[in-house]
């Protein structure tokens, strides 16, 4: 993993949800996972995503593309400005 690599985390619903957003990223992209339960919610899971090169705009796009994804969508934010709080206008 390169020294400037982005670190992000958000919500998702199910594990089956953040696993295949991995599955949209770019072909090469280096990543590193790790996802954690944190119940409670219909959001139960955060996940911490570290990439080498994807910004977050084309993170959000990722996660357009995930049938259902929309919670990852509204919560992705670089880890140092993450809340965990959806944005329900991002679509």
Do not use: N, W
Request: include cysteine.
């Amino acid at each position: 993993m390169k020294l400037s690599a982005k670190r992000y985390r958000f919500l998702a619903e199910c594990p089956i949800d953040a696993v295949a957003l991995l599955g949209k990223l770019p072909p090469g992209e280096e990543v590193a996972f790790a996802l954690i339960r944190v119940g409670g919610s219909f959001a139960s899971f955060e996940a911490d995503l570290i990439v080498a090169t994807l910004d977050l705009e084309a993170l959000r796009a990722a996660c357009r593309s995930v049938e259902d994804g929309h919670v990852m969508l509204q919560t992705v934010q670089p880890i140092d400005q993450y809340t965990g709080e959806r944005d329900y206008e991002l679509k």
